[in-house]
């Protein structure tokens, strides 16, 4: 089991599972908010940090609900249902742990109107995730 990308414990046992859990626990929580304006431009805003960082800013947009029909095999006949299929995914920005607003442009979201969008804050060294915030359904 790994925690926040910070610790790691054997499933199996409890005690070092607990002791994990307290360790992720302790890692950073950058906030992170998502704000649509009025024209169609999506507001990414990263609070500040008392700790200095070095982290890149993701941004991946996705289907909220996919559905695949089976054609052949065992399955054929079936449908198979999948959640927030990511469909791009880009770095946006680097983040020094300083507070920052960053503007994604209403003509990069367009076609992805009625779609969901996720950003998240990754350390560039060890790799937790140090904030995210998600937006079920884009509008434009």
Same mark, same amino acid.
């Given at each position: ?12 046992? =409890?005690?070092?599972? +607990?002791?994990?859990?307290? #360790? *992720?626990?302790? &890692?950073?929580?950058? %906030?992170? %908010?998502?704000?649509?304006?009025? &024209? ?7 609070? =500040? ?5 070095? *982290? ?12 695949? %029909?089976?054609? +052949?095999?065992?399955n054929r006949g079936c %449908? ?6 990511? #469909?791009?995914? +880009? ?9 920052? !607003? ?11 109107? =009625? ?11 060890? =790799?937790?995730?140090?904030? *995210? ?5 884009? !509008?434009?």
């Open positions: 089991m790994v925690g926040h990308c910070i610790a790691e414990a054997t499933g199996s046992d =409890g005690q070092s599972e +607990r002791v994990g859990l307290q #360790r *992720a626990q302790l &890692g950073p929580d950058v %906030k992170l %908010k998502l704000e649509p304006d009025a &024209g169609g431009n999506l507001k990414v805003r990263i609070a =500040g940090s008392p700790q200095p960082a070095e *982290a890149s800013v993701w941004l991946a947009l996705f289907d909220p609900l996919h559905e695949t %029909k089976i054609r +052949r095999g065992e %449908k198979m249902h999948n959640v927030n299929v990511v #469909r791009e995914f +880009r770095k946006i920005s680097k983040w020094n742990g300083c507070r920052m !607003t960053l503007t994604i442009p209403a003509e990069e979201l367009k076609k992805h109107a =009625g779609k969901g969008c996720a950003v998240f804050l990754q350390n560039d060294h060890k =790799g937790p995730i140090l904030g *995210a915030a998600t937006i079920a359904q884009l !509008t434009n």
